[in-house]
Nanobody
Framework: QVQLVESGGKLVQAGGSLRLSCVVS????????MAWFRQAPGKEREFVAS????????DYADSVKGRFTIDRDNARNKVDLQMNSLKHEDTAVYYC????????????WGQGTQVTVSS
């Protein structure tokens, strides 16, 4: 069973930075495509960023381009999301997700970590 555990969410002021981490177990991490999603109160879950199994390909939502960076450490079975220049509208529960095949549905999800950005 694949397990994803996020950490790093907290309250931060607008303009600040935060780094989220997601540790994966139960599957060969280096074979998984990984992504971060978020869900704000009253809104649907939305895509934030993704990274290929090798780390060579990344993709970002327009709303976070230039501010967020996704990276992975296959030796440590983790994927991080570095968030800079945070805005109030970045407030959400952030979820880590994994897909067994790049481009396929994300089948595995973490429990989420709360990020709150005060304005």
């Amino acid at each position: 069973q694949v397990q994803l555990v996020e950490s790093g969410g907290k309250l931060v002021q607008a303009g600040g930075s935060l780094r989220l981490s997601c540790v994966v177990s139960g599957r060969t991490f280096s074979s998984l495509a990984m992504a971060w999603f978020r869900q704000a109160p009253g809104k649907e879950r939305e895509f934030v960023a993704s990274i290929s199994w090798s780390g060579g390909t990344t993709d970002y939502a327009d709303s976070v381009k230039g501010r967020f960076t996704i990276d992975r450490d296959n030796a440590r079975n983790k994927v991080d999301l570095q968030m800079n220049s945070l805005k109030h509208e970045d407030t959400a529960v952030y979820y880590c997700a994994a897909a067994e095949i790049e481009g396929a549905e994300y089948l595995y999800w973490g429990q989420g970590t709360q990020v709150t950005v005060s304005s």
